[in-house]
């Protein structure tokens, strides 16, 4: 049988074939592993599974903005988290006009006969017509909508928020906005209404006026135990909160809704608006601009305060809306055919869609004793959404002597004493500091994201471009196979671990492609590893008010004492791969 060497093989079949091959032949040890015998000849060596740990380097930054535009959700509150710093949120939007407003209605008319019509405005003026109908309006509110667990922060705390009414429209919906956008002069600064409200605002008297210094310490209900809020397995104890229904252990959540009344200005002016106001939502908003959500000064209680995410789409079950309540005073033909007076009721809801401008505003001020943004080694990363205080990260100087080695080894040079790493697996591992983050009463997000900086100096998602079958592809950087769900993993999901007491650890995890650590090392993307930034937030960051705080790549975490034990948690990139010597 004739012998093939290695490079023979390589030439033919390329580097995935041996990836494959060495996968299915090569012993789990970190000795050389020789094949000989009747597939490599002497003098060719593969070293299998072979695992490189190089520190990361990180420090911690403060992002400026983040955009949000097209909000799905409306942030609103204040949060002064001992930690980090203050965090404060508000947001604008204008609304639609809806379906068409038009009430059919039957009525008496001024010879006691019975008529039908449809009324194409509120507030019906024509006493010639109708001389025995008054429509009069009783309210017109303000609905933010929000769902179980949306909120962050101490629910005792109430907080003063106020609705402004904007002072002139938005403009188009293809407008980009960002977080730290300056809206001074875009409203009008006396509220149009303005209330005193706690995330937990239909909690029963008693529950909320009791025991609320030791509210951490006497979890006697799912109101006093908050942690429960955050694992749902958890949900067996008692179901004494108006949060949950009979069916909570399914998931399934209950609605709150803050009910806002605008001034009696505000109202009659809707109850006057014309047909022509009414006839679409660009000619009611030149009428109502929109309105500025945002916080004054006042507040009640001894909490750090919350942020509460409001729904605001249409498109979603639970929505934010303004809805005008009405009531009519008429005559009615009962089926004796005697007249009869009466009074019946309408409301009218203006919802907020796709094609309504809506954005968060949000400012941070960082607790500066903790996060030193001018550190280039500091021991711990602090990353939290909403243009927070953000993770940058850059691959360790040492992969740079990769470039060298990490050639293709289908050719080599001859006589070559140089090792060749086929690369099977990069991984990053990002451990919580559990000693530093409350995560029983400030839940740590799920999922953390890794981007680059775009041409345009935007973060976007990290991906890179192949040939196959002489196309181009784009595929992400990071994430590996999918799990038994279907799901990539290596993306930044969030994992626990018991540890030898029994209480749980969380990481971390990202796997980056390794064709694509070849490709960037050969610089086949026009820039070398040294030019690679990342920078690592919480999923969905524009709208996300977690937090997390993580152990950094510095030597000061090789020996961090947990419970009288030491532990290495430094950061880490994990190169997992297999080196080849030719003969």
Same mark, same amino acid.
């Given at each position: 049988m004739k012998k093939y060497? @290695?490079?023979?093989?390589? !030439?033919?079949? $390329?580097?995935?074939?041996?990836?494959? *091959? #060495?996968?299915?032949?090569?012993?789990?040890?970190?000795?050389?592993?020789?094949?000989?015998?009747?597939? @490599?000849?002497?003098?060719? !060596?593969?070293? $299998?599974?072979?695992?490189?740990?190089? *520190? #990361?380097?990180?420090?911690?930054i403060a992002r400026t903005s983040v955009e949000t535009s097209d909000a799905t959700y409306g942030i609103i509150g204040e949060f002064n988290d001992p930690i980090f710093g203050q965090s404060k949120a508000a947001f604008l939007t204008d609304f639609s006009i809806g379906n068409q407003v038009a009430f059919s209605i039957e009525y008496i008319d001024a010879n006691n006969e019975e008529q039908d019509t449809v009324l194409y405005q509120f507030n019906n003026t024509n006493t010639t017509d109708f001389p025995n109908d008054e429509w009069k309006?009783?309210?017109?509110?303000?609905?933010?909508?929000?769902?179980?667990?949306?909120?962050?922060?101490?629910?005792?705390?109430?907080?003063?928020?106020?609705i402004y009414e904007l002072s002139s429209p938005l403009g188009p919906i293809n407008q980009v906005f960002y977080s730290d956008h300056d809206v001074t002069g875009m409203y009008f600064t006396t509220p149009i209404a303005s209330q005193v409200v706690h995330p937990n605002n239909e909690v029963p008297d008693s529950l909320k006026s009791t025991n609320w210094a030791n509210l951490w310490d006497y979890p006697d209900s799912l109101w006093n135990a908050p942690e429960y809020l955050w694992d749902n397995n958890k949900i067996k104890v008692l179901k004494d909160s108006a949060w949950l229904d009979d069916n909570f252990n399914d998931n399934k959540s209950t609605i709150k809704n803050w009910r806002f009344k605008l001034n009696d200005e505000v109202r009659d002016r809707f109850f006057n608006m014309t047909e022509s106001d009414l006839k679409s939502s660009a000619t009611f908003k030149d009428v109502f601009n929109g309105i500025y959500v945002a916080l004054d000064d006042v507040s009640i209680g001894n909490g750090n305060g919350w942020l509460t995410k409001v729904n605001l789409?249409?498109?979603?079950?639970?929505?934010?809306?303004?809805?005008?309540?009405?009531?009519?005073?008429?005559?009615?033909?009962?089926?004796?055919?005697?007249?009869?007076?009466?009074?019946?009721?309408?409301?009218?809801?203006?919802?907020?869609?796709?094609?309504?401008?809506?954005?968060?505003?949000?400012?941070?001020?960082?607790?500066?004793?903790?996060?030193?943004?001018?550190?280039?080694?500091?021991?711990?990363?602090?990353?939290?959404?909403?243009?927070?205080?953000?993770?940058?990260?850059?691959?360790?100087?040492?992969?740079?002597?990769?470039?060298?080695s990490i050639g293709n080894p289908a050719t080599p040079e001859p006589m070559s004493v140089v090792d060749y790493h086929m690369v099977a697996n990069i991984e990053f591992y990002m451990e919580v500091a559990m000693d530093s983050a409350s995560i029983a009463r400030y839940p740590i997000p799920s999922r953390l994201n890794i981007k680059w900086l775009d041409d345009k100096g935007e973060l976007t998602d990290p991906v890179y471009s192949i040939v196959v079958n002489g196309?181009?592809?784009?595929?992400?950087?990071?994430?590996?196979?999918?799990?038994?769900q279907g799901n990539r993993i290596g993306t930044g999901e969030r994992v626990g671990r018991y540890n030898d007491e029994g209480d749980i650890e969380y990481l971390y995890r990202f796997i980056m492609r390794a064709d694509y650590f070849n490709y960037v090392m050969r610089n086949e993307d026009g820039a070398g590893l040294e030019d690679k930034q990342f920078f690592v937030g919480p999923e969905s960051t524009t709208s996300n008010f977690q937090r997390v705080i993580l152990y950094s790549g510095s030597e000061t975490n090789e020996e961090v004492e947990i419970?009288?034990?030491?532990?290495?948690?430094?950061?880490?990139?994990?190169?997992?791969?297999y080196q080849y010597r030719p003969r």
């Open positions: 060497s @290695l490079k023979e093989i390589l !030439m033919s079949a $390329g580097q995935l074939f041996i990836i494959g *091959l #060495l996968s299915l032949t090569v012993a789990c040890k970190d000795e050389p592993a020789r094949l000989t015998g009747e597939v @490599l000849p002497d003098g060719e !060596m593969i070293k $299998g599974k072979v695992h490189d740990n190089h *520190l #990361l380097e990180t420090k911690n309006v009783d309210s017109l509110v303000m609905n933010m909508q929000y769902q179980f667990n949306n909120w962050y922060g101490d629910m005792e705390h109430g907080q003063n928020v106020n789409l249409s498109s979603s079950a639970i929505a934010s809306n303004l809805t005008i309540h009405l009531s009519r005073d008429h005559l009615y033909m009962n089926s004796d055919s005697v007249i009869n007076d009466t009074t019946s009721t309408y409301q009218y809801s203006f919802p907020i869609n796709l094609e309504n401008v809506r954005f968060n505003t949000y400012k941070h001020a960082l607790n500066t004793d903790n996060i030193d943004i001018t550190d280039e080694d500091p021991e711990r990363l602090y990353i939290q959404g909403m243009a927070g205080s953000y993770m940058e990260m850059e691959l360790p100087d040492e992969i740079l002597n990769w470039v060298d196309n181009k592809v784009t595929t992400p950087v990071f994430g590996g196979d999918s799990d038994s419970d009288g034990e030491t532990f290495d948690k430094r950061m880490k990139m994990i190169i997992k791969y």
